[in-house]
């Protein structure tokens, strides 16, 4: 535990010294998914560190599956209503009373204090990936407008092991915005048939006509 702690400790002020430095490898970025890719690297490195891979990953799918199942979490995230100082707060409540490991409570408390609570869930993705990839197994994201039945899921799940040759590590995120269809990431692979993209297409097919 001593050399947890340490760990954490020490990587997480080589993150905080790397952003006010301008270090471009944990840089931040104008993007959640470029902020989320960065801050997700180093919380793997020290995480693999100290041997609290499962742990760490554990705790941020805890962070997903809150977000995906309570609205006024998510929305808490991303609102501008909430200072940063509030967002660590209620994250740090969260993580206190789920047993989060000392890695996670550590790095939730600097994506509060560099304003940065908004990318956590691109936090979470990318973190899903990079211990996917040590495992050596495929990881796939589906994203849905609404939660899927056991049926659609197990069919998804066979249409990708047949498309791939195995069976891949299967994560889902609900997003409503796409409003049907889906969008299934595999690497840096994207197939989108979301109801979203068509009617973005069809807009842009009509203004071009």
Request: glycine content about 8%; charged content about 25%; cysteine-free.
């Given at each position: ?81 909430f200072s940063h100082e509030d967002k660590a707060r209620a994250l740090a409540a969260i993580a206190d009373a ?87 990431k595999v690497g840096s692979r994207l197939f989108d048939s979301s109801l ?14």
């Open positions: 535990m001593i050399r947890r702690d340490y760990a954490a400790r020490r990587g997480l002020q080589d993150v905080e010294a790397a952003r006010q430095t301008g270090d471009t490898r944990l840089a931040d970025t104008s993007t959640y998914a470029d902020v989320g890719a960065r801050y997700a690297l180093a919380l793997f490195e020290l995480a693999d560190q100290a041997g609290a891979i499962a742990a760490v990953e554990s705790d941020l799918n805890g962070f997903e599956q809150l977000r995906a199942e309570n609205a006024d979490f998510a929305h808490m995230l991303t609102n501008p209503i789920g047993g989060a490991n000392a890695l996670t409570r550590k790095f939730l408390g600097l994506l509060g204090a560099n304003n940065r609570i908004a990318a956590l869930p691109a936090v979470v993705r990318a973190f899903r990936k990079l211990s996917a990839d040590k495992r050596g197994v495929i990881a796939a994201e589906v994203v849905a407008a609404t939660p899927l039945s056991e049926a659609q899921a197990a069919a998804i799940a066979a249409a990708l092991r047949q498309a791939l040759g195995k069976d891949p590590e299967i994560t889902t995120r609900i997003d409503p915005s796409i409003l049907g269809g889906l969008r299934v979203r993209t068509r009617l973005d297409h069809m807009k842009f097919a009509l203004k071009r006509a």
